[in-house]
């Protein structure tokens, strides 16, 4: 008797799919029969991935999305290609992220910690609402970091002009992506598209490799035997994007599948609210809309 993989006919959107947490969810998703779309910065990068990919769920089904998604012109052009080439939407898996030691603004002239980890998902999760509901049920999904716990949302100085530093922007950052999901979940309520986050686990991966101070490099030796494999790090978010336990789980943070407190703010609605609006102004998009 043939088994159905229990993802076939799905439809799923990875940000970051070229390496790391973001790879492994792919194979992961595309083993259980899922379309899965990749993106990276290097068309032949992500095509270099999306073949090992393939070969290594053997599922032929993987696409590729070329942004750079600190800038919203590009993320705003990846919407838009996505939307014309999936008619359906199961699940957006928002992996994309990164660290920086020093404080650099993007080409929209934002601090790009949270232009590239709160900003980027912000805007394309939004543009890609009206597909993800006519899909529905359908999952957004972000990957978050337990750093999120020391974070802070500065709202006098959230792109750190006035003080900075690379540990303080991230953490700001991913409680920003916690607080995002809260949000979102409330605002889709009854649309059946659920949103959850997650902490990945401290993960063998590429990550901070490319901030040029290499702030984080001892760090990650001393770390390295601690870490998880990818695959590891990953499980989580593929447990939130395909599993029926997850069906209809939605404003929840996640660590090894199991739902965790966030942050104490992450719990204030008007916190969250207002965090909203301040992004949806940064992005150019009307905030107060409900979905
Ligand atoms: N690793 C950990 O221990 C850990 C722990 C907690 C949370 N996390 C979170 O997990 C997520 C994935 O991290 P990872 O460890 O897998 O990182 P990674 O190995 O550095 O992978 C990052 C992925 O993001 C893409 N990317 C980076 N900058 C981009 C940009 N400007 N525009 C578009 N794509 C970009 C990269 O693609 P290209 O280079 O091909 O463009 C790559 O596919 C992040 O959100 C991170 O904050 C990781």
Redesign the pocket.
């Known amino acids: 008797m043939t088994v159905t993989p229990p993802m076939t006919g799905k439809i799923v959107l990875i940000?970051?799919?070229?390496?790391?947490?973001?790879r492994a969810a792919a194979i992961g998703l595309a083993s259980m029969g899922a379309r899965v779309g990749i993106?990276?910065?290097?068309r032949a990068?992500?095509e270099r991935a999306a073949a090992a990919i393939a070969s290594q769920s053997g599922n032929p089904a993987v696409n590729v999305f070329v942004?750079?998604?600190?800038s919203q012109t590009e993320v705003r052009r990846l919407a838009g290609e996505v939307l014309s080439a999936y008619p359906r939407l199961d699940v957006l898996l928002n992996?994309?992220?990164?660290f920086s030691a020093h404080r650099h603004v993007t080409a929209d002239g934002l601090e790009h910690t949270f232009a590239?980890?709160h900003l980027a998902p912000f805007l394309l999760t939004s543009l890609l609402l009206v597909r993800l509901m006519a899909s529905a049920p359908a999952r957004v999904v972000t990957?978050s970091?337990?750093a999120q716990g020391m974070g802070k949302i500065d709202f006098d100085d959230l792109m750190g002009e006035r003080k900075y530093s690379g540990q303080r922007a991230y953490s700001q950052s991913?409680l920003a992506n916690v607080m995002f999901t809260y949000e979102l979940a409330r605002r889709l309520e009854g649309t059946g598209v659920t949103a959850t986050v997650l902490?990945?686990g401290?993960?063998s991966?590429?990550?901070s490799a490319e901030d040029p101070a290499r702030a984080m490099a001892p760090v990650v030796v001393v770390l390295r035997p601690f870490?998880r494999s990818p695959e590891l790090?990953a499980d989580t978010a593929v447990y939130l994007s395909s599993s029926p336990e997850a069906e209809g789980v939605t404003g929840r943070y996640f660590a090894n599948r199991k739902a965790k407190k966030s942050h104490k703010s992450s719990y204030d609605t008007a916190t969250t609210a207002r965090l909203w609006q301040v992004s949806a102004d940064l992005v150019g998009l009307p905030g107060d809309t409900r979905h």
């Open positions: 940000t970051g799919g070229t390496g790391g947490i973001g993106t990276g910065r290097d990068r992500a942004a750079d998604m600190s992996n994309v992220g990164g590239l980890n990957v970091s337990g991913k902490h990945p401290l993960t991966t590429a990550f870490m790090g």
